[in-house]
């Protein structure tokens, strides 16, 4: 099955400063990578997401890339602010030929700390 | 409402005994999601549902039953609880995986 693995457990930046925050992926018949953020004491919360038919996705600060001949994508947040505390967890999933039933393999997360 | 609601938030429960997690969705949903989390580790997907038909993972099959008697609501069920089952379940809804805020099981 797949298997994602996210490179960084922790990251820490200074306040305005970028993050960076990488993942690989196993299977190349996955086609759909989500991206989630876990604050303290809360639950898991969609940020961004990219199909695999693009390589680039920008949301205000935050950038996924895609690269699917090395399996990776990236999760870039610029600007970073205290608020942007929290573990970010990398996911991809298959989509099943009706375009539905997305199945997500986790990665472990990687805690990103932004000090003022 | 992207809502997720699960019940309880907090449950103690003893080794051996058996273990019901709720939880509902308001957004019509066809498809929901049951994920063990323990600390330091990737949720672990249990078991799906798309509409009525439920898939659980080959590693977890007989650990774990549940229902889904209407669009809204999916149970996860634990027959006999062992020490390994202490994590955090949460319960997500919708292609994009809306979670909900997850049930603490502590099992002693």
């Known amino acids: 099955g797949e298997k994602v693995e996210q490179h960084e457990s922790t990251l820490s930046v200074r306040e305005g400063d970028s993050a960076v925050i990488n993942c690989t992926y196993t299977d190349t018949a996955s086609s759909y990578f989500p991206w989630y953020k876990q604050e303290a004491g809360k639950s898991l919360h969609f940020v961004i997401d990219i199909r695999s038919n693009v390589d680039r996705k920008q949301s205000q600060r935050l950038t996924v890339l895609l690269d699917k001949k090395a399996k990776r994508f990236s999760l870039h947040i610029t600007a970073t602010q205290p608020e942007d505390s929290a573990i970010y967890f990398c996911?991809?999933?298959?989509?099943?030929?009706?375009?539905?039933?997305?199945?997500?393999?986790f990665g472990k997360g990687t805690l990103l700390t932004v000090t003022p | 409402d992207t809502t997720v609601k699960q019940n309880p938030r907090y449950k103690l429960a003893r080794v051996g005994k058996p273990v019901n997690l709720i939880c509902s969705q308001t957004?019509?949903?066809?498809?929901m999601y049951w994920y063990q989390k323990k600390p330091n580790q990737a949720p672990k997907l249990l078991l799906f549902?798309?509409?009525?038909?439920?898939?659980r993972e080959a590693d977890t099959f007989e650990k774990f039953q549940s229902s889904r008697p209407n669009n809204s609501f999916c149970s996860l069920y634990i027959g006999s609880a062992g020490l390994e089952y202490s994590a955090m379940y949460l319960c997500?809804?919708?292609?994009?995986?809306?979670f909900g805020p997850g049930t603490r099981l502590t099992v002693l």
């Open positions: 957004m019509n949903h066809d498809t």
């Open positions: 549902y798309y509409d009525k038909i439920l898939n």
């Open positions: 997500a809804s919708g292609y994009e995986q809306y």
């Open positions: 996911a991809a999933s298959m989509v099943n030929s009706g375009g539905s039933n997305y199945k997500l393999t």
